[in-house]
Every structure is written in structure tokens, then in C-alpha cells.
């Protein structure tokens, strides 16, 4: 008729517990006569809920760049956002991420999270002034973007640098944030070098005649005396 539930004294023929041990509850039961029955024992099991710590190396990438989540405390992981399984994962995100990882141990499940900051890479520019120069004489290279300029071939170093390449050269400049992130760009220098001739005809004349002098390999001549 009735019934008593301990630990707790709890009483009724049906009642909720939230032990948060493994725990023995023993019932006793009393009829309308008042006589009791021997006292009846149940085990309840408790599965402890895993405790999930969720570590990201590195905790901040640049854009492109991976970095390597794990995770800890439980037998089994799926993290989001992508549905990703596994204790360890390799993600490349675009963005600056939070990630949400589930550990399971049995039935029973926790969750952690984790910030992967993601920095943007520096957006180069790479101009040359002039573009076109002739053999020994110089231009001046500037790159925009940036925080820090390394000019190669050369290993200059810069925002300007001047350089005075003997052929037509393709440069490239890596570019480094504040953040530490890189980028490259590349701009081609054109170096011209006119291989000039000169002949006469004929080379020898008489006082009083002509001869007529030709020049080939450039675009436009002024001859000397005159």
C-alpha cells in the first residue's frame, strides 16, 4: 500500500532520483494491515558525463594555413562546424572559427569549445617606376600592403628599393603584416640594350664625294660631327 525509498526516505510506489553516484536503493513496503516486507534492493548505475577539453595548436593562423584540434576526457569526438570525427582533426578555416566539440563515453556526453583566430594575409601591391629602362641605368621598386618589404633576387629590404639589372628581370616581393602573415607579388623590369651597328659606303672616297653611312639596331640615330 505504501512504500519507503532510501537514501532519501523518499515515499510512493514510483519516485525520480538524480543520484550522482553509482548508488543501492532498498524499498520497503507496508500493506493496509501495516505489515511490512522484507527489505527489497535495486543498483543503479551512474556513468559519470566526461569531462571534454578541447585545444587548438596553433590558436592563431594565417589565412591558408592549418592548425591541428584536440581532443580529451572522453572515448569518442565529433566536432563542428564541418561534422569532423576523431580525438585529433586538421582544420583550415577562412575565417576566425569557434569550434564545438562533443565527447562521448558511453551514453553520456559533454561539449567544449575552442577560438581559432585566422589573420588575413597582406594585400601586395608592386609597382617599378620606370618599367622599361636601359642597361645601367636604374629604377626604383616600391611595394604597398604591408609592413615589412624583402625584395629578391637581391635580398633587398624596403618599402623603395633602387635596382640596376644588366637584363630584363622578374622580381618578386614578400610582404609581411603586423600579424605576421605573407604574401607575394611579382612585377618584370625590362631592360633594353641596343647592339648598334655603323658601316660606310664606300669606306674610302675621293675629296669632293659622298658616301653614305647606315646605322642598324636601334630605332632612331644621331651621327657625329654634324
Known amino acids: 500500500n505504501t512504500y519507503t525509498w532510501n537514501p532519501g526516505a523518499l515515499t510512493g510506489a514510483t519516485v525520480v532520483v538524480t543520484p550522482t553516484t553509482t548508488t543501492v536503493y532498498s524499498v520497503v513496503g507496508t500493506s493496509i494491515a501495516g ?65 564545438t566539440v562533443t565527447g562521448v563515453t558511453g551514453s553520456c ?17 608592386a609597382t617599378s617606376n620606370p618599367t622599361v629602362l636601359c642597361i645601367g641605368s636604374t629604377a626604383t621598386l616600391t611595394g604597398s600592403g604591408a609592413s615589412t618589404y624583402t625584395w629578391n633576387p637581391g635580398a633587398l629590404a624596403g618599402t623603395t628599393v633602387a635596382v640596376t639589372p644588366t637584363i630584363t628581370t622578374v622580381y618578386t616581393v614578400t610582404g609581411t603584416s603586423a600579424t605576421g602573415c605573407v604574401n607575394t607579388k611579382t612585377l618584370s623590369l625590362t631592360v633594353s640594350n641596343p647592339t648598334v651597328n655603323a658601316v660606310a659606303s664606300p669606306t674610302a672616297i675621293c675629296a669632293g664625294a659622298s658616301a653614305t653611312l647606315t646605322g642598324s639596331g636601334a630605332s632612331t640615330y644621331t651621327w657625329n660631327p654634324g
Open 35 to 99: 505489515c511490512t516486507s522484507t527489505t527489497q534492493t535495486l543498483n543503479l548505475t551512474v556513468t559519470p558525463i566526461p569531462t571534454v577539453t578541447a585545444v587548438s595548436n596553433p590558436t592563431v593562423i594565417c589565412a591558408g594555413a592549418s592548425a591541428t584540434l584536440t581532443g580529451s576526457g572522453a572515448t569518442s569526438y565529433t566536432w563542428n562546424p564541418g561534422a569532423l570525427t576523431g580525438a585529433t582533426i586538421t582544420v583550415t578555416p577562412t575565417t576566425t572559427t569557434v569550434y
Open 109 to 125: 556526453s559533454n561539449t567544449s569549445t575552442v577560438s581559432l583566430t585566422v589573420n588575413a594575409l597582406p594585400t601586395l601591391t
